[in-house]
């Protein structure tokens, strides 16, 4: 080992003489989850679409555009796919700077609900870079990380992966969007992991951050991520306030019972019983329509994604992969468990997507890109070279 | 550790890293895996019926309110579509209600306090409606019902509001409806009522709720979480309509009553006064009156707390039903006990002849007869006829205070009578039981006497002697009597018809009652009661002057005017031996300061009106005292 081996460049060789080996290469199992997993976020903006009394594929449903999104969505995935992921590296700063950019451009000119700047309109599209800038953030973090591998045990190291993190954290929270803030946490918390960082200095900076949780509370949250937070450590006495979408959310979940009522038999949105039935409550109603046995298909599938995921990770001979995949394994994993949990009342509101399943493009296309670049890195781990 | 191959850094993969990633995906997953069975599959049958609770809901379906008609068809209640204006306190947001609720007084005319006391007071839930406003009118309503977003909160609803045909003129009978309360909400809410019901609060609307209002239907209806209606579903029982009532009472008899007594009070300023007219063969109340009164509609329009506080200062007490729900000193009238006791328990017959003089003497203490110079010696048709006390006080001392009681009792004093109207009162008899009960003393011989004449602790009321009468009349059956003839059902037919109920068979020699009917005829043939024997029917009755209160300077007490009197079944040519009168008329003034008998006048114009007689026998009433005539 440490042989430093010098390699002629590459990259010009990959069409010309490894295109078999390429799709060996290609982790299909991993196209095949996702590729579900969207189909059932398609199944439940067409549910939603019919129980608004729309026909499925009338214009400006949520059905037609989800289907709109799903085919950028695949354009991103196998334009992904064929970059050579490797650029990314060289890219990494300039990477850094679009994700900031974007993210300013969001606070100057997004709109949003309430005084929230979040997504960019253009014409009837509307975009929500944040999500973007989620799968921006993994590739500048596995480049960084990914450089320093035996490096990790220092300070230093983690210091500046979190120094790099902190100015998308703090324009995503001046959106404000906690969610997504968290996100970045999470998934900064999952690379450090993966990297092999040192743990005694993961453990200190862990008792660093809760220590901060008062702080955070007077002078960062706004007043209704209070409330939301409230009303999760108290929902009953509010079931029409803030804790009203909580409580909603577990009624209709509750009532799905094994196999659920079927779909198109749920709520209708416009009754107004379960609120943002279609981005993040989207899980309540898939289990209210597709029952406990669905929501268990629906757990298998992220499972299985998450496996392909690390194991691609595991694979790689690339440090940058190895960081990559551990990135978005872990955005994955969080964003499942925290929408998840908020739908079934074990965790606080925050509008935090269900990957692949709320309806949302930005989301849906960052996903892809980001699974695009997993498939690019493994099809660029010729074993050949060996 | 590092190798670089074309740029790449091999990676430091460490196994124990992935496993505990990996770990924490799977507790992860694991956990929502067990809330989700936790929610759905364990507790899955109490939240599939919170869902279907939380979109459909039953609603009852109003059913229309019975209708009352008087004996002849007369309709005297009706149901009028209105406009009521209600809120939904859990929609309207705090921070508006103060605009929203002077929006509200400006357009309806209602004053704000009132609109926050209804919805201060309501008595369900915030999620129920509450009525802040009856009646509004059309116009109104549309701005009402079109300003949506600038009143949150606020609904209009159509509703059957009851209008009564001759307002104040059967208010004491009929009652009205008006909003449940709380209280009566807790009870009823099992029978179908809902927190912004309207039921019947007092009179006959009350007594015969039941039956008036039918049975309310049931629909389900898909709701928003707001509570609106989307749709109807299903309709799960049709709304029953209320059965209707045919009454005893004669309008045109009510009215005749109604004025013959308005012109006795108009004539000396008489603050109150009571007429009641039945048919002694089966207690069915032809006319009952009590003034002042007050006009039912206003309560079924939705009475403003002025116009109702006004109601209730009145001194006179409107809202009350002074034949049934008060009681006074019953005064002379009550000798028909007395003689009736006596003769029946054998302490005097018809004949005896009993010295009657100006006052009688027990201890040191003078009872005074109204005339004190006396009758000279008096058999019952001279003591009754001339309403003599000492004649009556010689009796009554035979008889023993409990013997009184005893025969008080028979003719149904001392209990109520039962009839078909809510809060009727039960009156005295005095006993020496009941005076240790409630004085905690032995009656003593003076208050025998009293109670003799129908003084003292006596007291009834004007339903109860007119009954008594009744049961003189027909030969000694007392009735229950009653305002409700036959009950009709929603297609027209009779589901009912009211029985007559006999209380009591007077435990009395019918030779007994025939003496006291002629005895009550000398009343009148003797002249006590001036030209009411100039009349071409036959009446026979007594008078009654009853004191209460305190002494004026002169020494004399205020007292009440009454006159009970029935006419023979053939009232022109009958006969009083035989038992067959078909109507007993009672009349009462409170505090009527008259020189002759305010009662009597009113009876003799309520016969003269009822039997319809062109010749006015009237005497005007003058101020003066009884101790001119009893």
Not at chain 2, 140 to 164: F, N, S
Not at chain 2, 573 to 592: E, M, Q, R
């Amino acid at each position: 080992m440490g042989v430093i081996r010098a390699e002629p460049a590459r990259m010009t060789d990959w069409a010309a003489k490894s295109v078999g080996l390429a799709w060996r290469a290609f982790d299909w199992q991993l196209l095949t989850y996702a590729a579900l997993l969207g189909a059932i976020g398609l199944a439940m903006a067409y549910t939603n679409s019919v129980e608004d009394g729309k026909l499925p594929l009338e214009a400006g449903t949520t059905f037609t555009r989800g289907l709109m999104w799903a085919v950028i969505a695949v354009v991103a995935y196998v334009l992904a796919t064929a970059f050579d992921y490797r650029w990314l590296k060289t890219l990494a700063w300039p990477i850094y700077a679009l994700q900031l950019g974007l993210l300013v451009l969001t606070l100057g000119i997004g709109d949003g609900v309430g005084g929230a700047a979040r997504w960019i309109s253009v014409g009837p599209f509307t975009f929500q870079f944040s999500e973007l800038a989620k799968v921006l953030m993994i590739v500048v973090l596995a480049n960084y990380l990914g450089a320093r591998q035996g490096r990790l045990d220092s300070i230093g190291s983690i210091l500046g992966a979190c120094v790099l993190i902190v100015p998308p954290l703090v324009l995503v929270m001046l959106q404000p969007d906690l969610g997504t803030s968290l996100v970045f946490g999470g998934i900064l918390v999952g690379m450090l992991w993966m990297s092999g960082a040192s743990l005694k200095w993961l453990l200190a900076l862990g008792a660093l951050v809760i220590a901060m949780i008062p702080l955070a509370w007077t002078y960062v949250l706004r007043d209704y991520q209070k409330a939301r937070l409230d009303s999760f450590l108290n929902p009953a006495p509010d079931v029409q306030g803030a804790g009203y979408q909580l409580f909603q959310a577990q009624i209709s979940v509750g009532s799905g019972g094994w196999l659920g009522k079927g779909l198109t038999n749920g709520t209708p949105a416009q009754s107004g019983f379960l609120p943002v039935q279609t981005t993040d409550f989207v899980f309540a109603k898939l289990a209210e329509e597709l029952g406990f046995l669905g929501a268990m298909v629906t757990f298998l599938l992220f499972v299985l994604l998450l496996w392909r995921i690390l194991a691609d990770g595991w694979r790689s001979r690339d440090a940058f992969g190895t960081m990559f995949a551990a990135g978005v394994a872990s955005m994955i994993l969080f964003q499942l468990v925290v929408n998840v949990g908020m739908v079934l009342g074990v965790m606080p509101i925050t509008g935090i997507p269900l990957p692949f399943v709320t309806h949302g493009g930005a989301s849906l296309v960052s996903l892809a890109i980001a699974l695009g670049i997993m498939q690019s890195i493994n099809i660029r781990q010729s074993k050949a070279e060996w | 550790m590092n190798s670089y191959v074309d740029g790449r850094v091999e990676p430091s993969r460490r196994l124990s890293r992935f496993l505990v990633f990996a770990l924490a995906a799977i507790i992860g997953i694991s956990g929502l895996t067990a809330r989700l069975f936790y929610l759905q599959i364990a507790n899955g049958t109490e939240f599939s019926a919170l869902s279907a609770q939380n979109r459909t809901v039953l609603q009852s379906i109003a059913s229309s309110r019975g209708l009352i008609y008087d004996r002849n068809g007369r309709l005297l209640v009706t149901n009028v579509p209105t406009y009521t204006v209600k809120v939904r306190p859990s929609d309207l947001p705090n921070s508006r209600r103060e605009e929203v609720v002077q929006r509200l007084a400006a357009l309806t005319g209602v004053n704000s306090a009132d609109i926050n006391t209804a919805i201060d007071g309501n008595p369900g839930s915030s999620f129920d409606l509450v009525r802040v406003a009856d009646d509004v009118d059309k116009a109104t309503a549309l701005l009402i019902a079109e300003a949506g977003a600038d009143l949150p909160g606020v609904e209009v609803v159509v509703e059957a509001r009851r209008h009564y045909t001759d307002g104040a003129l059967m208010s004491q009978l009929l009652g009205y409806t008006g909003p449940i309360s709380a209280e009566q909400l807790a009870v009823l809410k099992t029978s179908g009522y809902l927190p912004d019901d309207l039921l019947g609060k007092t009179g006959l609307e009350a007594s015969y709720e039941k039956q008036l209002r039918g049975t309310y239907g049931s629909e389900s209806v898909e709701r928003d979480a707001q509570g609106r209606k989307i749709q109807v579903l299903q309709t799960v029982s049709e709304a029953k309509a209320g059965d209707s009532l045919t009454l005893t009472i004669d309008t045109q008899a009510q009215k005749d009553a109604e004025k013959a007594l308005r012109w006795a009070m108009a004539q000396v300023g008489i603050k109150r006064g009571t007429v009641i007219a039945m048919n002694p063969q089966n207690g069915e109340i032809l006319a009952m009156v009590s003034l002042p009164t007050y006009d039912n509609n206003q309560f079924a329009r939705g009475i403003t707390n002025k116009e109702y506080q006004k109601l209730l200062n009145n001194p006179d007490k409107p809202l009350i039903n002074h034949a049934t729900q008060a009681w006074y000193p019953p005064g002379s009238t009550y000798k028909l006990v007395t003689g009736t006791g006596a003769i029946a328990d054998g302490k005097v017959t018809a004949n005896t002849q009993v010295a009657t003089k100006g006052f009688l003497t027990l201890g040191t203490t003078r009872f005074y007869d109204w005339n004190h110079r006396g009758f000279g010696p008096c058999d019952i048709y001279c003591g009754f006829g001339h309403s003599s006390d000492t004649y009556f006080f010689t009796l009554a001392g035979k008889l023993g205070i409990d013997r009184l009681a005893y025969w008080a009792e028979q003719y149904g004093f001392g209990s109520p009578t039962g009839i078909d109207l809510p809060g009727e009162v039960a009156g005295i008899v005095p006993s020496n039981q009941w005076k240790q009960d409630t004085l905690g003393a032995a009656i003593f011989p003076g208050e025998t006497y009293q109670a003799g004449i129908g003084q003292g602790y006596d007291v009834v009321t004007p339903l109860q002697l007119i009954n008594a009468y009744a049961a003189l009349a027909n030969g000694g059956t007392l009735y229950q009597p009653h305002l409700v003839k036959d009950i009709i059902g929603p297609d027209g037919q009779i589901v009912e018809t009211i029985k007559p109920t006999v209380l009591r068979k007077l435990d009395v020699k019918a030779s007994v009652l025939k003496t006291m009917r002629n005895a009550a005829r000398a009343v009148v043939t003797l002249r006590h009661t001036y030209n009411l024997v100039d009349l071409p029917i036959k009446i026979a009755g007594k008078s009654g002057t009853a004191e209460f209160g305190l002494k004026d300077r002169q020494g004399r007490l205020p007292f009440h005017s009454w006159f009970v009197g029935f006419t023979p079944g053939d009232p022109y040519h009958g006969s009083f031996d035989k038992t067959d009168s078909k109507l007993v008329v009672l009349a009462f003034a409170y505090d009527s300061r008259t020189k002759s008998n305010a009662g009597t006048e009113i009876v003799k114009y309520f016969m003269q009106l009822y039997y319809g007689i062109k010749k006015d026998y009237r005497n005007q009433l003058t101020i003066g005292n009884h101790y001119q005539s009893n």
